[in-house]
């Protein structure tokens, strides 16, 4: 697991984020495990996996089943 920080970010960049796993193609709501502070983004406990990894806003995936 990993402990992430990120400073100098957008407020409204990580509104309900998700975690995608490329090589699974899975979806993790990670908004428990995510805090934002002024510009800072923290995340703590994510999995450090040997594929790519991605953190975005729910909305900006296209996930099956859901029409979006």
Do not use: C, H
Request: glycine share 10%; proline share 7%.
């Amino acid at each position: 697991r990993v402990d992430l920080t990120l400073r100098g970010i957008d407020p409204d960049a990580f509104k309900s984020p998700v975690l995608v796993d490329f090589m699974s193609g899975r979806v993790y709501d990670i908004s428990r495990q995510v805090s934002m502070v002024g510009q800072t983004f923290k995340a703590n406990g994510l999995p450090l996996l040997e594929s790519p990894l991605l953190i975005a806003p729910k909305g900006s995936i296209r996930m099956k089943g859901t029409g979006r």
